[in-house]
């Protein structure tokens, strides 16, 4: 095995849901996260808008499960208004893709994981009443958008393990400067990635794609890692970010010897919530 040299791509792939924050509607597309010109309005709910008909197409596939329902907006402002917080929207849609379109099994180009087998951190999450504040309030949001039909086909299981998948391994999406930010995703080969305060590799995004590149030459069998934090911060408010969002203490890059035998693997910032 050959050492990997530096700037290689390591993965380039499409999330397995995203979600474009509500300043940048009207303004980017809802799929691509681009910005154009010209944005078509989708004709029913009037709350999403694409760039052209590719775009709209391949966001049909979870929009159809709740273009109905955002009809509702026109006369409901209130719902509409909490439905600005992208947090909702997002972990709506990880419900309708992951159990409704039943994709928890599939994976990406890249097949280093799959909706089921990302990390959820049940045990440690329902013992943060911040968070499952957070997710309580999200889910009664759902619910009088949806209705009881669509909660009624997840058990309370897995509405938490989903929030759990969600808030562990969401990235949140940036420009193509990294300046702002423009939406979250949720991408399952990238979300292998182990966090490092040393990081050998970056995230970077092109529209809702995700880029991660090592940022200088891996030794064979060296995982790629990234930095889940802000590296300006001091150490006692980094260890205190990774265990408040991700649970777990940093120490040091995790040794690659308990990795020998996994698939090799590869910056992540948390969405707020
Ligand atoms: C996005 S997942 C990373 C992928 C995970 N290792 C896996 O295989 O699914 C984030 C979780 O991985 C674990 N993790 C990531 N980096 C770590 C590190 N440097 N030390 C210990 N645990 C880490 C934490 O449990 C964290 O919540």
Redesign the pocket.
Known sequence: MSKIPIGTTLIESLPFVHCLIFEKKRILCDYCFLESSKLYQCSKCKFMHYCNANCQRSDWQIHKHECDKFTQFTNNLDLKKEFQNDIVRLYLRILIKSKINDQSNISDEYGL?TFV???D?YENLVKDMNRIKTMQKCLSLIKELMGVDFMSKFSIKELISAFGKMV??TMAVSNYDLSESVGSGLYLSA??????CEPNSVVTFNGSKVIVRNIRDLEPNEEP?IS?CELLMSKKQRQDYLMRC???K??Q??SNLARLGQKS?SH?RQVKV
């Open positions: 994981k087998t990302l990390m951190h562990v391994n979300a292998y990635y182990d966090h490092s890692v889940y991700y649970y777990f940093f120490l890059i995790r693997k992540k």
